[in-house]
């Protein structure tokens, strides 16, 4: 027979546990509501400017896109982890974690690949196989545009002065609380598009294209990384609360299941008790 102290400790555990995780549930979900509104806010900014660029780029002579477009024979390539400080987010960091150990490991293997880390998460499994450049965990602390520019004008450089040939970023794309997106995106060099049907000439520019593009590339670059932190900034909460959402619930079934066994095993200690009252009776009659 179970014992009903220890069922009780048992109960009054998982019930603790259950006030945790609704707590952290309602937390994320208040807090994902101003991360949702942010990165809904910006996608159509930044993607139209992505798509500007990549369209004035396409339209200019070969290797007039400058420095940053510059496609070199890729032997050295910078991946950029994009996931979160904390966990208790379900598969959110695995998922980031993955793909960067997949591109390292089979997609670019045999080139040297280095990491930089925007999340604790991120640095603090990657480095144990891999070299991390940086960790910029505390770009979370003050997630403003300007932070991100740091970080984004240090990846250009690294291009630009020739120790990376390449540069991805990979980062959770926010669609809804439940749903999360990995995706990896080609930082530098910048990709032109090939639809040429986008790069008409409907325009007068002024100053010239190769200038516009100079100065667009540099905000481009990081309103993209902004992007995508901001994307993992809103998935992680979204995550958060999805599984925190299904901790609770695990943990009310279990709550149940215990309290039923409690009581169960209280009857058939109060059964056994009354056999042995009215066997006692009757051995005294008797």
């Not at 997609?107 to 499994?125: M, R």
């Not at 060099?189 to 639809?195: F, K, L, Q």
């Not at 009354?274 to 066997?279: M, Y």
Request: with cysteine.
């Amino acid at each position: 027979m179970p014992n009903l102290k220890e069922i009780r400790n048992r109960i009054a555990s998982v019930s603790s546990t259950m006030q945790i995780t609704s707590a952290m549930k309602m937390v994320s979900a208040a807090k994902l509501k101003k991360a949702q509104d942010a990165i809904t806010a910006m996608r159509p900014y930044a993607n139209k400017l992505t798509e500007l660029l990549q369209s004035l780029s396409a339209s200019l002579d070969a290797g007039s896109g400058g420095r940053f477009s510059d496609n070199r024979e890729v032997n050295k390539v910078l991946i950029v982890a994009i996931t979160s400080n904390r966990g208790l987010c379900g598969a959110f960091n695995a998922n980031i974690i993955k793909q960067s150990t997949f591109l390292a490991n089979e997609t670019y293997s045999g080139k040297q690949v280095d990491f930089i880390a925007i999340g604790k998460k991120a640095n603090d499994i990657l480095v144990k196989n891999h070299k991390v450049l940086a960790d910029h965990s505390s770009v979370y602390d003050d997630l403003t545009f300007e932070n991100v520019a740091v970080i984004a004008e240090n990846l250009m450089e690294q291009f630009t002065n020739g120790s990376y040939d390449k540069i991805e970023i990979i980062y959770n794309k926010f669609k809804n609380a439940a749903t999360q997106i990995v995706m990896t995106e080609q930082f530098l060099p910048i990709v032109p598009v090939e639809d040429s049907e986008n790069t008409g000439g409907d325009y007068i520019f002024e100053p010239a294209k190769v200038e516009i593009v100079e100065q667009l590339i540099p905000k481009s670059l990081k309103t993209q990384l902004y992007k995508g932190i901001r994307d993992s900034f809103a998935s992680e909460h979204g995550a958060r609360m999805t599984a925190m959402h299904k901790a609770t619930d695990n943990a009310t079934d279990l709550r149940d299941q215990l309290e039923l066994t409690y009581n169960q095993a209280r009857q058939a200690a109060i059964t056994n008790e009354i056999l042995e009252i009215v066997g006692g009776a009757e051995a005294l009659n008797g």
